[in-house]
């Protein structure tokens, strides 16, 4: 198994060569709430999946997340893209932002949250809640937060991960958020190309089915989750 925490503070060109595979995310965040003209915050943003389109729109946008190198490559791919003087980058934990009550616009959240609420972890719950008031708190009262985790990578068909399943299920019934299903396919140049830049993060085991199953397009499944007026 991969250590994703190592991978975020030491590997981070070789995770955004990964996942700079994938589709753009602005059509997905265009139909729930496009970004143009506002304040707009990305938790966890990594290696900046979502920071062209966001940023290049929004009046402002932050990117936070736990990894300094991975906000260094952030920068580093918005001022080589021509935007880099539109992006402010700072190191934080979800649960304790260093930004302004009624700042943001929109809080988006990439493949991030999970980490936090999942149930492996024994408080799993209590950092939902928090970051959910913390969401809250910098929101304004008109405010939208869309999240996106995974539903699956490597299988034919969308699938809740069980460990995964409990912060889903928080975030539609407590928390009231709309989701629904999106494809975020890995395509390669080759089988080999594509076992070797996703057996590094998800381990050996996927590496070994995209060989046996003859995969330069590696299958992901997504959900995207979201909720308007995002108040108490």
């Not at 925490?5 to 496009?34: N, T």
């Not at 935007?83 to 934990?93: F, L």
């Not at 991960?161 to 975030?171: S, T």
Request: aromatic fraction near 10%; glycine fraction near 6%; hydrophobic fraction near 40%.
């Amino acid at each position: 198994m991969s250590n994703h925490e190592a991978i975020y503070r030491s590997q981070a060109e070789q995770y955004e060569y990964m996942v700079g595979r994938q589709p753009e995310l602005d059509e997905v965040i265009k139909s729930i709430r496009p970004a143009t003209g506002l304040d707009v915050v990305d938790l966890g943003a990594g290696t900046g999946r979502m920071s062209r389109y966001l940023a290049s729109e929004a009046a402002s946008y932050t990117a936070t997340d736990l990894s300094a190198a991975m906000l260094e490559v952030l920068q580093r791919k918005a001022e080589t893209g021509g935007y880099g003087d539109r992006v402010r980058t700072v190191v934080a934990d979800h649960r304790e932002l260093p930004l302004a009550d009624n700042s943001a616009d929109l809080v988006v959240s990439g493949w991030s949250i999970g980490y936090l609420a999942n149930a492996k972890q024994p408080e799993w719950q209590d950092n939902l809640a928090r970051v959910m008031a913390e969401t809250r708190r910098i929101l304004r009262p008109d405010g939208t937060m869309i999240i996106f985790e995974t539903l699956g990578t490597g299988v034919d068909e969308a699938v809740r991960l069980d460990f995964l399943a409990p912060y889903y299920e928080q975030l539609e019934t407590r928390y009231r958020f709309e989701h629904r299903a999106i494809r975020m396919d890995y395509p390669f140049d080759s089988v080999e190309e594509a076992a070797q830049a996703c057996g590094f993060f998800f381990g050996d085991w996927l590496a070994e089915r995209i060989a046996r199953r003859r995969w330069s397009v590696v299958p992901e499944h997504a959900g995207v989750w979201w909720r308007q007026d995002f108040e108490a």
